[in-house]
């Protein structure tokens, strides 16, 4: 059996505990373990797929599906799991399999099918064993699907939410049923900074402390998230009030980048003491040297570029967030970072000022999305850097925005469009997957996870992956139509890949222009710090090639 480290929050949820899980894993993956994750998830979604990109941030999509088949009347097939999972990928360096996000939907609806089943015949079937048991289930699901020397659990949510009351309660469980250096409780807290009385305040924490130790939970590890790096005394005060010792408080200040946090971990002896704790031997880090180079890549670039990002889920930063890891990633490798604007195309409907603004940038990216809300502003942002040459990536959405352009504007197809945003249009160059179109239900019914795809020679793509045959994830129910790509690669269109039965179109390009690329999968999803996507960075080569605005 592996260790388990139990992560969960306090205060105030979006402090950055995902980023704290992932940078203790990768302390320990430096350590030389073997890691993975797990994210719980409070809520009765099944998965992330079907909630609100503003409200949540996108969904992160792996590459493999899960099966996920409570019982004979109901199976699905996921690969749609929570942003975190993204955070994780970015600092392990390694897919993870989408059945590691846990959801109470996932766990309500099991434990209620098998009760149809008649699993549990002649009992009441209550949280308390069945849902904990369930929940107790699933994390040991993990542990049995490969060789592991550590699995982190995080919990979403805070203490103390009523959602998250059984999975404290499993973890309680959990704690007990294995000897005690198996298991490691990490609490994740927000210590506040009043200017007032130039004071970190500490009682926060206290009260969330306060409510794990009500459930039956003893942290044997702080981290505090703050401003500023952790005083002394409030170090002092919040291991006096946790029960721990100092050095079990650990300091989790704003950083500049965030993949400096393991480092900065590290400096105040956190893997060590985990170590120690989970009574594991480990050599010093490995590896550790390399990860700060590449932190400082980020940090110490010598130039920018400024990219607008043309879409509308514009209102939350988490929104598009493995779209903007994956364009600084690319930035950093070539020395640049990268200034991104959120270009809101519903408001440049009402405000052609804005579309004419574009021309300020030295490239454009067209976001994924859904329905017909800014795609009109969509439309007109592929067309324009069309004809001003700037330089576009076109993810998922957007390369079926570049298509319609291309199709109204030089095919003369006049109101060309996606039949997602119009079901009545005279040209759906844009239309249903053909095995889409008996599909009703909403939950994980897109084309998910990753796909083989197979690369045009003599492209920009190919340019950008010099490979043949690639492998990126998708996440989409619309493609572009053959017969008019046909058409459109007569007008000066590229296409620049398709799926391995050269069925989906995967990839356009426009000729005659300096970098004008869409693709239908979702490449971000694969790009790491140390290793950007090669389709990001070809887009950030080419911006520096053309040098706009020089
Ligand atoms: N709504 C589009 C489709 O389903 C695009 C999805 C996306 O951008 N991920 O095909």
Same mark, same amino acid.
């Given at each position: 059996?592996?260790?388990?480290?139990?992560?969960?929050?306090?205060? *105030?949820?979006?402090?950055?505990?995902?980023?704290?899980?992932?940078?203790?894993?990768?302390? *320990?993956?430096?350590?030389?373990?073997?890691?993975?994750?797990?994210?719980?998830?409070?809520?009765?979604?099944?998965?992330?797929?079907?909630?609100?990109?503003?409200?949540?941030?996108?969904?992160?999509?792996?590459?493999?599906?899960?099966?996920?088949?409570?019982?004979?009347?109901?199976?699905?097939? $996921?690969?749609?799991?929570?942003?975190?999972?993204?955070?994780?990928?970015?600092?392990?360096?390694?897919?993870?399999?989408?059945?590691?996000?846990?959801?109470?939907? @996932?766990?309500?609806?099991?434990?209620?099918?098998?009760?149809?089943? !008649?699993?549990?015949?002649?009992?009441?079937?209550?949280?308390?064993?069945?849902?904990?048991?369930?929940?107790?289930?699933?994390?040991?699901?993990?542990?049995?699907?490969?060789?592991?020397?550590?699995?982190?659990?995080?919990?979403?949510?805070?203490?103390?939410?009523?959602? !998250?009351?059984?999975?404290?309660?499993?973890?309680? =469980?959990?704690?007990?049923?294995?000897?005690?250096?198996?298991?490691?409780?990490?609490?994740?807290?927000?210590?506040?900074?009043?200017?007032?009385?130039?004071?970190?305040?500490?009682?926060?924490?206290?009260?969330?402390?306060?409510?794990?130790?009500?459930?039956?939970? @003893?942290?044997?590890?702080?981290?505090?998230?703050?401003?500023? =790096?952790?005083?002394?005394?409030?170090?002092?005060?919040?291991?006096?009030?946790?029960?721990?010792?100092?050095?079990?408080?650990?300091?989790?200040?704003?950083?500049?980048?965030?993949?400096?946090?393991?480092?900065?971990?590290?400096? @105040?002896?956190?893997?060590?003491?985990? *170590?120690?704790?989970?009574?594991?031997?480990? !050599?010093?880090?490995?590896?550790?040297?390399?990860?700060?180079?590449?932190?400082?890549?980020?940090?110490?670039?010598?130039?920018?570029?400024?990219?607008?990002?043309?879409?509308?889920?514009?209102?939350?930063?988490? $929104?598009?967030?493995?779209?903007?890891?994956?364009?600084?990633?690319? +930035?950093?490798?070539?020395?640049?970072?990268?200034?991104?604007?959120?270009?809101?195309?519903?408001?440049?409907?009402?405000?052609? &000022?804005?579309?004419?603004? %574009?021309?300020?940038?030295? +490239?454009?990216?067209?976001?994924?999305?859904?329905?017909?809300?800014?795609?009109?502003?969509?439309?007109?942002?592929?067309?324009?850097?069309?004809? /001003?040459?700037?330089?576009?990536?076109?993810?998922?959405?957007?390369?079926?925005?570049?298509?319609?352009?291309?199709?109204?504007?030089?095919?003369?197809?006049?109101?060309?469009?996606?039949?997602?945003?119009?079901?009545?249009?005279?040209?759906?160059?844009?239309?249903?997957?053909?095995? @889409?179109?008996?599909? $009703? /239900?909403?939950?994980?019914?897109?084309?998910?996870?990753?796909?083989?795809?197979?690369?045009?020679?003599? $492209?920009?793509?190919?340019?950008?992956?010099?490979?043949?045959?690639?492998?990126?994830?998708?996440?989409?129910?619309?493609?572009?139509?053959?017969?008019?790509? /046909?058409?459109?690669?007569?007008?000066?269109?590229?296409? &620049?890949?398709?799926?391995?039965?050269?069925?989906?179109?995967?990839?356009?390009?426009?000729?005659?222009?300096?970098?004008?690329?869409?693709?239908?999968?979702?490449?971000?999803?694969?790009?790491?710090?140390?290793?950007?996507?090669?389709?990001? *960075?070809?887009?950030?080569?080419?911006?520096?090639?053309?040098?706009? %605005?020089?």
């Amino acid at each position: 059996m592996p260790k388990f480290i139990f992560v969960t929050g306090g205060v *105030l949820s979006g402090i950055g505990k995902g980023v704290t899980t992932a940078s203790i894993a990768k302390l *320990l993956q430096f350590r030389g373990y073997k890691v993975d994750l797990v994210k719980i998830d409070p809520y009765l979604n099944v998965d992330p797929g079907t909630l609100n990109p503003v409200e949540h941030g996108e969904p992160f999509v792996t590459d493999e599906l899960y099966e996920f088949s409570p019982a004979p009347s109901f199976t699905y097939r $996921t690969a749609e799991v929570d942003q975190d999972f993204g955070t994780y990928e970015r600092f392990v360096g390694r897919p993870i399999h989408p059945r590691n996000n846990i959801t109470s939907g @996932q766990i309500y609806l099991s434990v209620i099918l098998q009760e149809r089943l !008649g699993k549990f015949l002649g009992s009441t079937v209550q949280i308390i064993p069945h849902i904990t048991n369930e929940i107790k289930r699933r994390i040991r699901e993990v542990a049995k699907a490969q060789k592991l020397d550590v699995i982190l659990v995080e919990v979403g949510g805070t203490a103390g939410d009523i959602e !998250g009351a059984p999975f404290l309660e499993a973890i309680r =469980q959990f704690r007990l049923e294995v000897p005690r250096q198996d298991t490691l409780l990490v609490h994740v807290t927000l210590v506040p900074y009043l200017p007032a009385v130039d004071e970190m305040k500490t009682k926060p924490t206290q009260h969330s402390v306060k409510e794990l130790l009500s459930v039956g939970l @003893q942290p044997d590890l702080i981290v505090a998230r703050s401003k500023r =790096q952790l005083t002394d005394s409030a170090r002092q005060k919040i291991a006096l009030y946790s029960n721990i010792s100092k050095e079990a408080v650990i300091s989790n200040p704003d950083l500049e980048e965030i993949y400096e946090l393991p480092l900065r971990f590290y400096e @105040q002896g956190l893997d060590a003491y985990i *170590l120690q704790r989970l009574e594991l031997v480990a !050599g010093p880090p490995k590896a550790m040297e390399k990860w700060r180079e590449i932190v400082e890549r980020f940090t110490k670039t010598k130039d920018s570029i400024r990219i607008a990002m043309a879409g509308k889920y514009l209102r939350m930063g988490d $929104t598009y967030i493995s779209i903007c890891e994956a364009l600084r990633h690319a +930035g950093a490798q070539e020395g640049v970072s990268v200034e991104i604007d959120m270009v809101d195309t519903e408001e440049m409907e009402q405000n052609p &000022s804005i579309l004419k603004g %574009l021309k300020k940038y030295h +490239g454009v990216l067209s976001t994924p999305g859904f329905g017909s809300r800014g795609t009109e502003g969509m439309i007109e942002t592929a067309w324009k850097c069309i004809e /001003e040459d700037i330089p576009y990536l076109g993810i998922c959405f957007g390369s079926q925005m570049l298509f319609s352009a291309f199709c109204r504007y030089e095919l003369g197809l006049k109101g060309a469009n996606s039949t997602e945003i119009n079901p009545d249009t005279p040209h759906p160059v844009v239309d249903l997957l053909p095995e @889409q179109r008996q599909v $009703t /239900e909403k939950g994980a019914s897109m084309r998910l996870g990753g796909h083989t795809i197979l690369v045009k020679p003599k $492209t920009l793509l190919f340019a950008a992956y010099k490979k043949k045959k690639i492998r990126e994830r998708f996440r989409h129910r619309y493609h572009l139509m053959p017969e008019y790509v /046909e058409k459109a690669c007569e007008k000066g269109l590229v296409l &620049s890949a398709t799926d391995e039965e050269e069925r989906i179109i995967n990839a356009i390009e426009v000729k005659g222009k300096h970098w004008i690329v869409g693709v239908q999968c979702h490449p971000e999803f694969t790009s790491r710090p140390d290793a950007p996507n090669p389709l990001y *960075l070809a887009f950030i080569q080419a911006i520096l090639k053309q040098k706009r %605005l020089k």
